[in-house]
């Protein structure tokens, strides 16, 4: 039997799945309503793809969750999005590490008993003798 070539990847998946016998009788154009029935896309694949439903009483609620590389050209709004996003992350990154460099420091300090400020102490290094050490 003689299958039809085609570069469409919808057309490729469908043909495959379908007897061999009635692969020939599809025209071009049943091919093309076929994929706008299914509602395909060329999404491909992606690393994380998670899809479930959730029965909330008598309510079914279904969910996606893709994750992948972005391969699209991104619009000037969502380029300035992104980039404000990732200034956010770098902000919340260097304060949380910057925070955690002053304590080992504070720690350090306290634990080789150097003390800086006279009758006065933050209260951590007794914390941490008492409940880590």
């Not at 070539?5 to 093309?32: A, C, M, N, V, Y």
């Not at 994929?35 to 793809?49: C, L, N, S, T, Y």
């Not at 969502?78 to 420091?105: C, D, P, R, Y």
């Amino acid at each position: 039997m003689k299958q039809p070539q085609t570069d469409d990847w919808f057309e490729q998946g469908l043909l495959k799945r379908i007897p061999h016998d009635l692969r020939d009788s599809f025209t071009p154009e049943q091919l093309s309503a076929l994929k706008i029935a299914f509602g395909a896309r060329k999404w491909g694949q992606h690393p994380i793809d998670v899809r479930g439903t959730l029965k909330v009483w008598s309510w079914r609620y279904y969910f996606v969750i893709l994750m992948g590389r972005n391969k699209r050209e991104l619009s000037r709004a969502e380029q300035k999005t992104a980039a404000f996003v990732q200034a956010l992350f770098l902000l919340i990154f260097l304060t949380l590490s910057t925070l955690l460099g002053l304590l080992v420091l504070y720690l350090a300090k306290s634990a080789a008993g150097i003390d800086l400020f006279p009758n006065f102490s933050l209260g951590i290094w007794g914390w941490f003798k008492t409940n880590i050490l």
